[in-house]
């Protein structure tokens, strides 16, 4: 009623993938990304081009299992793509869309992702979880799932892995992102319930194929590139 306690736990409950953004290039989804604050969103390098004016960043209120609420369809200004992405045929990486014309607007359901600025944060095993409209059986709302994390995914992929790249899933093979999901979050959460943009889905030999884990670029390796481009500063020690 008032706005009080109750309403400030539904802030902070995830039900919602709040930082989930859908890219848009002439009205169909093509791939996913996620809103890391201000003006920018954070997709994959293979997801788009260079003319900015080609797609649109769409904010939901993305529910689990479904999509529902209004839309904030907003206009991409600028388009960054990493200079060196690090297997151009594999198509790695990562990239940043920034709107500098009209930012998100205030609104419960979006929230911003962390920007992971150590690659120590997380470790294999860890528990995450991905999100997308990617390939499965024709379903079309926002579909989620947890992914662990996997060490030295050098091991499946040999030289097509490269610094920068992390694996993730399960290598059975029975949960994994798939095309559509590009562009895409892997959140983990810390011990104190904070979520990090840790992996963005970029590769992987098919989807859900026993012994060959879903790639992910790894965030916190360009965490200097973002800073650079985004402006922030730098991380400051207390
Ligand atoms: C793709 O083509 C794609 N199983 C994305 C993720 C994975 C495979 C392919 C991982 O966009």
Same mark, same amino acid.
């Given at each position: ?39 920018? &969103? ?15 960043? /769409?904010?939901?209120?993305?529910? /689990? ?20 992405? &690090? ?12 709107? /500098?014309?009209?930012? &998100? ?96 889905? $970029? ?16 965030? $916190? ?18």
């Amino acid at each position: 009623g008032d706005g009080g306690p109750l309403a400030l736990f539904a802030l902070c409950l995830q039900t919602q993938i709040q930082w989930q953004i859908a890219l848009d290039e002439n009205k169909k989804i093509d791939c996913g990304g996620a809103y890391i604050g201000g003006c920018w &969103v954070v997709t994959a390098a293979h997801c788009v081009r260079p003319n900015p004016s080609a797609f649109m960043v /769409k904010f939901s209120l993305w529910k /689990k299992g479904e999509s529902q609420g209004t839309t904030d369809i907003v206009p991409i200004q600028e388009i960054h793509i990493h200079p060196s992405p &690090v297997d151009r045929n594999a198509h790695e990486y990562l990239k940043e869309i920034p709107n /500098k014309k009209r930012c &998100v607007e205030e609104n419960p359901a979006i929230r911003a992702v962390c920007v992971p600025w150590t690659t120590h944060l997380f470790q294999p095993n860890h528990t995450c979880s991905i999100s997308g409209w990617g390939r499965t059986a024709g379903i079309r709302f926002l579909l989620w799932a947890n992914v662990s994390l996997i060490a030295d995914c050098q091991r499946f992929y040999k030289d097509s892995f490269k610094p920068g790249m992390m694996c993730a899933g399960d290598l059975n093979g029975s949960v994994d992102s798939c095309q559509g999901d590009s562009g895409g979050p892997l959140v983990c959460q810390d011990e104190l319930g904070v979520s990090y943009l840790w992996g963005i889905v $970029s590769w992987g030999k098919n989807c859900g194929e026993p012994g060959f884990p879903g790639v992910y670029t790894q965030v $916190s390796h360009y965490f200097d590139w973002i800073r650079i481009h985004t402006g922030w500063p730098a991380v400051t020690k207390f």
